[in-house]
C-alpha cells in the first residue's frame, strides 16, 4: 500500500459506492436501512459468463465384447527385502526364547 493509492473497499470507509465497484453487505444493508436506492449497485454486479459444456465423444469399439486378456507383466522379488524379512524373523525368535533357556 503506497501514499496516496486508494485502498480497497474492505479497507478504506472513505469511499463512494459506484456501479460495478464491489459494495460489501454491511454496507448495502447500512444503506437500505438510511432509505438509499441500492438497485443499482446490486443489479450492477457482473455476471459470471456461461461456462462451455464440453461435447461428449462417443467411443469406437474396436474389440467384440465379451471375454478379453491382458497381457500380465513380470514380478520381480525384491532380494534385500526377503533379506531384511528373513533376519526380522530370526530376531523375533531370539526374542521369544525364555530367559532360562538363553543361559
Do not use: C, W
Amino acid at each position: 500500500y503506497m501514499v496516496g493509492v486508494q485502498l480497497p473497499p474492505h479497507f478504506s470507509p472513505f469511499t463512494k459506492d459506484k456501479p460495478g465497484d464491489y459494495v460489501p453487505m454491511e454496507r448495502l444493508e447500512e444503506l437500505r436501512s438510511i432509505g438509499q436506492d441500492v438497485s443499482a449497485l446490486v443489479a450492477s454486479e457482473p455476471a459470471l459468463p456461461p461456462k462451455p459444456k464440453a461435447k461428449k465423444v462417443k467411443k469406437v469399439e474396436d474389440e467384440p465384447k465379451g471375454m478379453r486378456a491382458a497381457l500380465g507383466k513380470m514380478h520381480k522379488k525384491n532380494k534385500q527385502l526377503e533379506v531384511n524379512q528373513q533376519h526380522a524373523e530370526v530376531k523375533m525368535r531370539e526374542i521369544m526364547i525364555p530367559k532360562k533357556h538363553k543361559r
